[in-house]
């Protein structure tokens, strides 16, 4: 198409496109004696203004709202987690001081225990897990008890840990030629169980090994 700009009505045709800060206006090209000062009224730009800043506003509320439900979907699962640690934590402390009559009321009955070596042990009463570990403690010396999490997944409401369980033990009545207790230490995998019972949480099985 070839424009004859020597027509001024071909001219009048032809639009122009006026950029301002917050919209895009346009102007049919001016007529010949035709004259324009101002490219809006004062009270266009404001209500431009107005406009964008309610849009803005609408805008981050509507990510804040979001925001905040995304968090009340994951507070239940963060406060389980943090559960978790906690209980973690008053285990490591009772191994450590030896009282292990506090582990009785931190593990449900029946509770499973699972070794190294694949066997598995069901403890019909908490009374005889605690037994048990009081029988190995008075064998072992143990130092530096410490189950760590390293990864925690929530699913159907309950709550399992993976980690790593570590212990020095000392056997007492083995003497190593330097005259010390033989030393043996153990760093191994661990997966914990866990349900709720009353708003706290008990521990239900415990995988020691791969």
């Known amino acids: 198409m ?6 001024s009505d071909n001219l009048a045709s032809i639009p122009i496109l006026v950029y301002t800060r917050t919209d895009i206006f346009v102007f049919p090209r001016l007529k010949q004696g035709q004259h324009r000062r101002t490219l809006g009224k004062k009270g266009d730009f404001s209500q431009m203004k107005t406009r964008a800043l309610l849009l803005v506003s609408l805008l981050v509320f509507s990510l ?3 925001a905040g439900c995304g968090d009340e979907e994951a507070h239940p699962v963060l406060a389980l987690e943090q559960k978790g640690k906690d209980f973690l ?15 009785a009321n931190m593990i449900t009955e029946p509770f499973v225990v699972i070794d190294e070596d694949g066997n598995e042990t069901v403890y019909a009463k908490a009374d005889s897990f605690v037994e048990d570990f009081k029988k190995e403690v008075e ?8 189950i760590r999490p390293v990864e925690t ?28 207790p033989v030393t043996y230490r153990t760093n191994t995998r661990v ?20």
Do not use: C, Q
């Open 89 to 103: 934590s008053n285990w490591n402390d009772a191994v450590r001081r030896g009282n292990i009559d506090k582990l």
């Open 153 to 180: 997944i929530v699913a159907d409401g309950n709550l399992n840990i993976t980690g790593t369980i570590y212990y020095v033990r000392h056997d007492p009545e083995e003497i190593a030629p330097t005259g010390l």
């Open 64 to 66: 804040f709202a979001l």
């Open 2 to 7: 070839v424009l004859d700009t020597k027509s």
């Open 139 to 146: 064998i072992w010396v143990y130092e530096n008890y410490n």
């Open 191 to 210: 997966e914990l169980s866990f349900v709720e019972d009353g708003g706290n949480l008990k521990l239900t099985k415990m995988k020691i090994g791969e």
